[in-house]
């Protein structure tokens, strides 16, 4: 088993930034890939920014050259740092966990909200 617990959202206001995390404790080393996933209601989860064991990463487009993802040398923690947000990244922000020997990601975070708003 993998527990996430992620933090850092609130408001901000347009043009602000934010930096969100996430812990991985339990079975961490059974991680394949960290990534960060956003829902608003009614609306399907969708990809933010994700990392792999090798370090390297997606992003979504409407984030690129805004976010980055990254993560901490002993590879249980992910960070999402968010430059210049638009009203339209107001969501709950979801840490996800994809571990060897799944199909998708299999373990997530309670969601933390973030807000841009003037």
């Known amino acids: 088993q993998v527990q996430l617990v992620e933090s850092g959202g609130g408001l901000v206001q347009p043009g602000g930034s934010l930096r969100l995390s996430c812990a991985a404790s339990g079975r961490t080393f059974t991680i394949y890939s960290m990534g960060w996933f956003r829902q608003a209601p009614e609306n399907q989860r969708e990809l933010v920014a994700i990392?792999?064991?090798?370090?390297?990463?997606n992003y979504a487009d409407s984030v690129k050259g805004r976010f980055t993802i990254s993560r901490g040398n002993a590879k249980d923690t992910v960070w999402l740092q968010m430059n210049s947000l638009k009203p339209e990244d107001t969501d709950v922000y979801y840490c996800g966990a994809y571990t060897y020997g799944s199909s998708d990601y299999d373990y997530w975070g309670q969601g933390t909200q973030v807000t841009v708003s003037s």
């Open positions: 990392i792999r064991a090798d370090d390297s990463t």
